[in-house]
């Protein structure tokens, strides 16, 4: 299925590894030039190089932290317009909300709501005007039902997500949508460190504590940053307008409810 996107260009947050790096390779792979950023230069500007040997495209790196104002400053400068936008950040740390002050929450809440929200402020109004622009936010299975450890960014995602299911009305009469993804256990640096954590706990190897975390899992596997990417480029294809304010979890059927 052709996406319609090619020659649209999009800033992908968080790309160097990971469900970041997923989504920049599927929209590359529908002719989509790229600004990718991520803290370390070196994995970036090889994901970079990894792209356009791959498809082509023109792929800008831009290292920094997307959580600051300098790091979000960079990436807009690279491209002030883009027509998608891909809003991603490293995960807060799991812990027991007793010991998190306000600093604690605030970078939470930087990372995880905040940055994303100065993005689609920074970038909407551009999409508007052109009636193209596809906004998906990467954020977690726990905005559907709360990971216990992880208040922060059960708290933080759900901000942004709520923030969002009230902008993402107002912005599709102008073919410009937002819209939620949402990853259950995919097999990225994220989750190898979650595992480890898991094995030192209950004091077992690190491959039992894995494929404990697999067979958990309804369908016995971990997802893969590729499926990740493929969702990611169908809600920024031309034929996903009528798509918006929506939060597409993708666990493998780990959630029990109907709906
Ligand atoms: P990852 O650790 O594999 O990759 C993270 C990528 O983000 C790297 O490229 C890193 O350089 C970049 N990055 C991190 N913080 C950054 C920052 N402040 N500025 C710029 N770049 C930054 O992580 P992942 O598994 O791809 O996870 C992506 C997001 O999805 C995270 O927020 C994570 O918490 C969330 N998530 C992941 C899973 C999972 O199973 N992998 C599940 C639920 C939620």
Redesign the pocket.
């Known amino acids: 299925m052709d996406m319609g996107i090619k020659g649209k260009t999009a800033l992908v947050?968080?790309?160097?590894?990971?469900?970041?790096?997923?989504c920049a390779m599927a929209l590359a792979a529908e002719g989509v030039d790229l600004v990718i950023?991520?803290?370390?230069a070196e994995?970036?500007e090889a994901?970079a190089a990894e792209i356009r040997k791959l498809f082509g495209v023109k792929v800008t790196a831009v290292a920094?932290?997307?959580?600051?104002p300098a790091?979000r400053a960079a990436a807009l400068a690279a491209n002030p317009d883009p027509d998608i936008l891909i809003n991603?950040?490293?995960?807060?740390p799991p812990g027991n909300f007793r010991d998190w002050d306000r600093d604690i929450w605030i970078k939470a809440l930087d990372?995880?709501m905040l940055?994303p929200i100065e993005l689609i402020k920074s970038t909407v109004d551009g999409m508007i005007a052109r009636k193209f622009g596809r906004i998906v936010n990467?954020?977690?299975?726990?905005v559907k039902a709360p990971i216990e450890v992880l208040g922060l960014?059960n708290g933080a995602r759900s901000g942004l997500t709520g923030f969002v299911a009230g902008l993402s009305r107002k912005t599709v009469a102008h073919n410009v949508t937002i819209n939620g993804l949402?990853?259950?256990?995919?097999?990225?640096?994220?989750?190898k460190?979650?595992i480890a954590a898991a094995a030192k706990n209950a004091n077992i190897p690190l491959d039992e504590a894995a494929e404990r975390r697999r067979k958990e899992n309804p369908a016995g596997r971990?997802?893969t940053?590729e499926e990740f990417g493929a969702a990611c480029a169908f809600l920024c294809s031309a034929h996903a307008g009528f798509i918006t304010g929506q939060n597409l979890l993708m666990d493998g059927g780990a959630y029990p409810g109907t709906f």
Do not use: V
């Open positions: 947050c968080a790309a160097s590894k990971g469900l970041g790096r997923g950023t991520a803290r370390g994995a970036l994901t920094g932290d997307i959580t600051t790091g991603n950040a490293g995960g807060p990372a995880n940055t990467i954020t977690s299975g726990a960014s949402l990853p259950g256990p995919f097999d990225t640096d994220r989750l460190t979650t971990f997802g940053a």
